[in-house]
């Protein structure tokens, strides 16, 4: 079993920034991707961000590219979400995911195999 546990959510003026840290707890030991996804207000949940856990590849939604990035602390066990130039309409819940078995997709929710609870980002206008 893993547990994951979202953090730094809030409330931010838009052009603001954000960083979201997700810390793995349990059997770390064989951890294969982590991702970022995001649900606003009456919309399904959204792919944001990925990345092959120690292994660098990251992956970005288009609607985030060249404003978010994702980065880890392989040592602390930890995954972050920097997000920078922050619009209103990124506004949501954002949850991390990640799996423990060899995937190649990383942008859909089956890929992943334990969640987070998730947190709060508003940006206000």
């Known amino acids: 079993q893993v547990q994951l546990v979202e953090s730094g959510g809030g409330l931010v003026q838009a052009g603001g920034s954000l960083r979201l840290s997700c810390a793995a707890f349990?059997?770390?030991?064989?951890?294969?991707?982590f991702g970022w996804f995001r649900q606003a207000p009456g919309k399904e949940r959204e792919f944001v961000a990925a990345i092959r856990w120690k292994r660098g590849s990251t992956f970005l939604a288009d609607s985030v590219q060249g404003r978010f990035t994702i980065f880890e602390d392989s040592a602390r066990d930890i995954v972050y979400l920097q997000m920078n130039s922050l619009k209103p309409e990124d506004t949501a819940v954002y949850s991390c995911?990640?799996?423990?078995?060899?995937?190649?997709?990383?942008?859909?929710?089956?890929?992943?195999?334990?969640w987070g609870l998730g947190t709060q980002v508003t940006v206000s206008a």
């Open positions: 995911a990640t799996s423990v078995t060899v995937r190649a997709v990383v942008r859909t929710t089956s890929a992943y195999d334990y």
């Open positions: 349990g059997r770390t030991f064989n951890l294969y991707n």
